[in-house]
């Protein structure tokens, strides 16, 4: 063992949602095969009396990886979660002028070494104006309700999309739960009162159920949800709120009976004081409403949300309140925080499941080493990365609501008028000035996102890159020109996304 590290030989993750059994999954995966020999024992504890949030059923392509690293294929999961595929999501009405445009999982056109497409089709909108979404597979594919697996090796820019699921949130737990009782992960069922402190190391040094039983740990890791149990209950870690710049901080959701066939995308409905989502599973459809607790009164929303909503609803509508930000440190002495225990920003974008499998990612590269330890340098490092990929998703987010064109509500003016993080400023002032999309280390979103969320808002750059000019503009119209058919012509012999899971996923349709 290294000076100064601390050695794991038993980790107990409080929780048993989402978060908790993707986390034992993983962990249990890793410490397999990273350590035969000094294999931590873990414990999930879940209490059966409180149960999960049961929301969180749209993700991003992110997810697929991380299953695949466990062995599933995307039917095994499609068929286990009655799972739909997702494209991306179609944003409707924030420009509050009834169109609606499509942020794809998947590239714009196809660009030069040096200069990105968009440069191009700028340079071409003068003489021959086209939509950008005539050169994405993907916007393609989701309005036309349309899916295939993508190409393993693409020939082209032109054929690069991908895609996540709309998965039934509770089956998918459950399969990381069985996936991780194979591998050895022990299971306790009880309800946690508090946790004991050791007054010396101000670690936590075990946890108290209950009934009076306790469990010891060596690490702890936190997925007990917005109960924070042990990352703030016992650690007082704090909490950066970001909710004057996010405002929504309320939901209500209900799961009706679908009253179509699934559709390959989510929807993202602008509304009065929040926007609605559709998300469709194979045979219901979530919905909920996410709302800013200022500008609408719970009635209001409920009733809201129920005039928008075709099927026979499923279960009473639930509520949710939450406060937008981040825990200050999601590893605070021996304790991680994973999923909302170590925050939650709002389901826009679906980036919460996505910010728990990055959290993982950073636990299984500080195991990366010949024994399972970790010091306080892996601690930190986790730290400073994990708040900058909240920050950059809290950005991207952001962005939606500033540049939004709605006049129907104070709170779309607020968002106009609202100052904004620096480096969302800066983003925004260079696309603005040029059309350059700048990156920042550990983003989720790659340039493509935050193209098609600029170009859906027409938040247009002022110039494009003049290298652009270098391209005759006769040969760039006829360039432009085939790639449009080519979208189109893959787009027409594609089978619908209704077929496609029929054909390999059980599907069975009542329409
Ligand atoms: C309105 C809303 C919509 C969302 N939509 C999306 C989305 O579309 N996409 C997305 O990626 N994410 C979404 N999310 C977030 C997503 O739901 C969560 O990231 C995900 O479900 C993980 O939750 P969790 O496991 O951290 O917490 P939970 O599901 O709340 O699990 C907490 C666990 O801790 C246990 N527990 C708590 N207290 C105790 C105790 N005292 N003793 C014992 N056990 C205890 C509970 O029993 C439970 O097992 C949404 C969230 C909200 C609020």
Not at 1 to 17: A, H, P, T, Y
Not at 155 to 176: G, K, R
Request: aromatic share 12%; glycine share 6%.
């Amino acid at each position: 063992m290294n000076i100064g590290s601390k050695l794991v030989k038993s980790v107990v993750i409080v929780g048993g949602g989402t978060s908790g059994w993707m986390t034992a999954a993983a962990l249990s995966h890793h410490f397999k095969t990273q350590f035969p020999q000094h294999t931590p024992k873990i414990t999930v504890v879940e209490s059966s009396q409180l149960g999960t949030i049961g929301v969180g059923e749209a993700t991003i392509p992110t997810l697929r990886r991380f299953y695949k690293k466990l062995g599933f294929s995307d039917i095994e999961v499609i068929k286990a979660t009655n799972a739909t595929c997702k494209l991306g999501i179609e944003f409707k009405d924030w420009q509050g002028d009834g169109n609606s445009f499509v942020h794809p999982f998947g590239l714009f056109g196809q660009g030069t070494k040096e200069v990105p497409f968009h440069h191009y089709w700028l340079k071409a909108q003068k003489k021959h104006p086209s939509d950008l979404s005539d050169y994405s597979l993907g916007v393609n594919l989701a309005q036309q309700n349309k899916f295939f697996f993508p190409a393993e090796t693409p020939t082209s820019q032109l054929d690069v999309f991908d895609w996540a699921l709309h998965f039934d949130a509770v089956l998918f737990a459950n399969l990381m739960r069985d996936y991780s009782v194979k591998q050895g992960v022990e299971i306790v069922d009880n309800f946690i009162e508090q946790a004991q402190i050791n007054k010396g190391t101000g670690d936590i040094d075990s946890i108290t159920f209950q009934d009076g039983r306790n469990i010891t740990a060596d690490l702890f890791i936190d997925c007990s949800g917005f109960k924070a149990l042990l990352i703030e209950g016992a650690l007082k870690t704090g909490y950066d709120d970001w909710s004057h710049w996010l405002l929504c901080d309320r939901a209500i959701a209900v799961q009706s009976r679908s009253t179509q066939a699934p559709i390959a995308c989510t929807i993202a409905q602008a509304q009065k004081a929040g926007w609605q989502w559709q998300i469709p599973l194979q045979y219901r459809m979530g919905n909920g409403y996410v709302y800013s607790s200022k500008y609408s009164s719970d009635e209001d929303a409920k009733a809201s949300l129920l005039s928008n909503i075709d099927g026979e609803l499923l279960h009473e509508p639930r509520s949710f309140s939450f406060t937008p930000g981040r825990r200050k440190k999601a590893w605070n002495k021996n304790c991680i925080a994973v999923g909302l225990a170590s925050g939650f920003l709002e389901p826009l974008e679906s980036t919460s499941i996505a910010l728990v499998e990055t959290a993982i990612d950073k636990i299984l590269l500080t195991f990366n080493k010949s024994l399972p330890e970790y010091n306080v340098q892996d601690v930190e490092r986790f730290n400073e990365v994990n708040a900058q990929e909240y920050e950059r998703v809290r950005d991207f987010i952001i962005l939606h609501y500033k540049i939004n064109q709605r006049t129907d509500s104070p709170m779309w003016q607020y968002y106009r008028d609202m100052d904004i993080p620096k480096t969302l400023q800066d983003k925004m002032h260079k696309f603005k000035q040029d059309g350059t999309i700048v990156r920042y280390p550990w983003e989720i979103f790659g340039s493509d996102s935050w193209l098609a969320i600029f170009n859906g808002f027409n938040f247009m750059p002022d110039r494009y890159d003049q290298r652009a000019d270098k391209m005759d503009a006769d040969y760039l119209t006829e360039h432009l020109e085939k790639m449009r058919t080519m979208v189109q012509s893959q787009v027409d012999k594609s089978p619908s996304h209704h077929e496609f899971l029929t054909l390999h996923c059980q599907y069975k349709s009542n329409f």
